[in-house]
């Protein structure tokens, strides 16, 4: 059976072409995680606060078809409260978080993850309230759940103070007419066997940025790299020179590259001659701040929508995991340390005991992007008081690696005007990429670890811990190879 869904409909307004992507190939989606996963953070965030709204009717049907029809029973019988419901009109497919009767109608429930307002909220709820209205099923008040993130866990969750409700059925009712055009719009796209799509890329690429652009880009032949890799230039400058034929860095007429910054021109001066910029007074300077013993360190770290340890707000960073290679000198072998915490457990008072037993806090520690190494353990002082003092002199002690690279001290062609850990590894020492680990980004390494505890199965959630340990292993030992690397530059 054919459906139009929420996806497909939203998709039509930004892009036909993202239309037929979310259509027909979601899984060229970036960061689409597939259906087979263990673990669905939105479902599971969706069943722990609609859990507070109280007992109800779960729709739970194996196909589409079931789950539509034991909705229009439950509609029919005007069962109180409705939770996970499916309509369909006119092969327009909805999902209703949750329906609750009031006194004339059905009050909807919609719950987000997240903790500010989007445009797309409203109109994900017009297209529910549309199909309702078409339907015939009665509604009253449409409730937009957010998270609320001044929110703090203390002891137990408390609902109340979580959930953000606001009464939005003005503003949804205001987009409808919005939302009838884009079904007209993508229903007549789909129908239309022969659809043609535009040629060329646009803004609408970038605003939001679109999930299919790698896949889609290049089908479009836009060369990688190009222009959108310069550093440090918005993105409609960008599409500007891009329409005026600027396809490449090496397309950039002198006049331009003369008003752009240093950092641009290293850029494109590398792109040009293929040849590496090196200010090695800079890079001296930088490794004159190292000394030994050295430790390199990287955390991975968990953010749960609804919290659910002491003292911990909404999407805060928890360290879970973290890897450490250890130089007694600059000659000795190279040692490593690696904790990843059990799932089930508040990770914070293993991860700071791991950290102070292993680190010795009057040596120097690098990190990539150190920023974040430091706010995790700043945290980690607040929350084990006994343990703040040795914790915040290893904060202090902690360099960045990623200076060099951001400061543009090293640049090479291939890291593409990025300086991410990942980007710097693969154009330095690209034999070291991440590309071979199963595990290849944070977001990844979040993501599994959060799905360990929905794994029944021990070996393949053995399987998984190993995958984690991998990922963040390279993390410490990709700064082993970049100190290295600007050592012997
Ligand atoms: S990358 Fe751009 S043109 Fe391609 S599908 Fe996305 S929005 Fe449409």
Redo the contacts with the bound molecule.
């Keep these: 059976m054919f459906f139009f869904t929420k996806n497909t409909i939203l ?1 039509a307004g ?8 979310d259509h027909f190939f979601p899984h060229l989606k970036k960061d689409y995680l597939g259906k087979n996963t263990f673990y669905d953070e939105k479902k599971e965030v969706k069943k722990l606060i609609l859990s507070f709204l109280g007992k109800g009717l779960w729709i739970k049907g194996e196909t589409v078809e079931e789950r539509v029809e034991e909705s229009k029973k439950a509609v029919l019988k005007k069962r109180k409260a409705i939770f996970n419901p499916v309509f369909v009109f006119d092969d327009i497919l909805i999902e209703i978080d949750a329906l609750i009767w009031s006194e004339k109608g059905y009050d909807i429930y919609d719950i987000k993850s997240a903790s500010s307002l989007k445009t797309i909220f409203f109109d994900a709820l017009a297209l529910q309230l549309f199909v309702l209205n078409r339907l015939d099923i009665p509604t009253e008040k449409v409730i937009l759940c957010t998270i609320h993130q001044n929110y703090t866990f203390h002891q137990k969750l408390e609902p109340e103070k979580l959930i953000e409700k606001r009464e939005v059925r003005e503003s949804v009712l205001e987009r409808i007419p919005k939302i009838t055009e884009k079904i007209e719009t993508a229903k007549k796209a789909l129908e239309n066997k022969t659809m043609s ?2 040629k ?3 803004k ?3 605003f939001p940025e ?8 290049k ?2 032949q836009v060369p990688y790299p190009s222009i959108f890799n310069l550093s440090r230039m918005d993105k409609v400058s960008k599409f500007e020179l891009y329409s005026q034929g600027i396809k490449n860095l090496k397309d950039i007429p002198e006049e331009i590259v003369q008003k752009l910054e240093k950092k641009q021109k290293i850029q494109i001066e590398a792109d040009r001659t293929g040849k590496p910029f090196i200010d090695s007074e800079k890079i001296k300077e930088f490794l004159d701040t190292i000394t030994y013993p050295l430790y390199f360190l990287d955390f991975e770290t968990v953010q749960h929508p609804v919290p659910r340890f002491e003292g911990v707000k909404p999407n805060k960073h928890i360290p879970f995991q973290f890897s450490l290679h250890y130089l007694e000198s600059e000659t000795s072998k190279l040692k490593h340390f690696e904790f990843l915490a059990d799932e089930k457990k508040d990770p914070r008072s293993f991860v700071a005991e791991k950290i102070v037993e292993w680190i010795n806090p009057n040596h120097c520690i690098l990190s990539y992007n150190s920023g974040f190494e430091k706010a995790v353990i700043r945290k980690l002082a607040e929350f084990c008081p006994q343990k703040s003092e040795t914790l915040l002199q290893i904060a202090q002690n902690i360099k960045d690696l990623m200076q060099p690279f951001k400061n543009f001290s090293y640049y090479q062609k291939e890291m593409n005007g990025r300086y991410s850990i990942k980007s710097v590894l693969s154009a330095l020492i690209p034999e070291e990429s991440y590309s071979k680990l199963n595990i290849k980004n944070g977001g990844e390494a979040t993501f599994v670890y959060k799905s360990l505890e929905y794994i029944q199965d021990e070996k393949i959630k053995m399987e998984k811990k190993k995958d984690l340990l991998d990922y963040c292993r390279l993390d410490t030992y990709a700064m082993v190879l970049i100190l290295n690397y600007l050592k012997k530059i």
């Excluded at 930004?14 to 992507?21: F, S």
């Design positions: 998709s930004q892009c036909l072409e993202k239309m037929h992507y799509f535009e060329e890329i646009g609408r690429c970038y679109c999930g299919y652009l790698e896949d889609c880009w089908k479009k």
